[in-house]
């Protein structure tokens, strides 16, 4: 259904979700790109585009709503949205969909999975998450893009 599908991946940690990102691209067929590649003439060449980073502090990465706010409303373009963290509940992306809608996107699908982690204490434990996103994390990843071409 998607012709064109563009991937902004604000991946900063570990590139948990760029390798989420990537196995998503290979399906749709997709460019992947970092926010700051970002710009928002772009948007009328694509017609799904997924945002995606890590979870920090319960959100999406700042830069990607930094991008968001330069946009103009969109005639309910189609988007998704996906992350890692080390708690992957779907609350996490609450306030980028809320950005997200409030420009008029379509929102048609979101994903999560956990994300290796070892930041501020949980260095000394040797992280949290470890290998995730795994090999089953990103076959969900795949079947999940390949369903948002059937819709
Ligand atoms: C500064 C910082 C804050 C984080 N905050 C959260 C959080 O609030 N909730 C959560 O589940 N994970 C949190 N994480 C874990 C990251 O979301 C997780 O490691 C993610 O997979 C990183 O993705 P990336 O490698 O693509 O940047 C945080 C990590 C860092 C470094």
Known sequence: MYEKVLIVCA???HNNTLNVAKVMGEELNAEIIKPSEFKSEMISDYD???FGSGIYNGK???S???LIDGLKVQNHKHAFIFSTSTIPVKVMHKSLKESLIAKEFHIVGEFYCKGFMNYSFTKFLGGLN????NDRDLEKARNFARDLVKI
């Open 60 to 62: 999406n990465h700042q």
């Open 11 to 13: 991946s900063v940690h």
């Open 130 to 133: 470890k290998g995730r996103p």
């Open 64 to 66: 990607i709503f930094n």
């Open 48 to 50: 799904l585009i997924g």
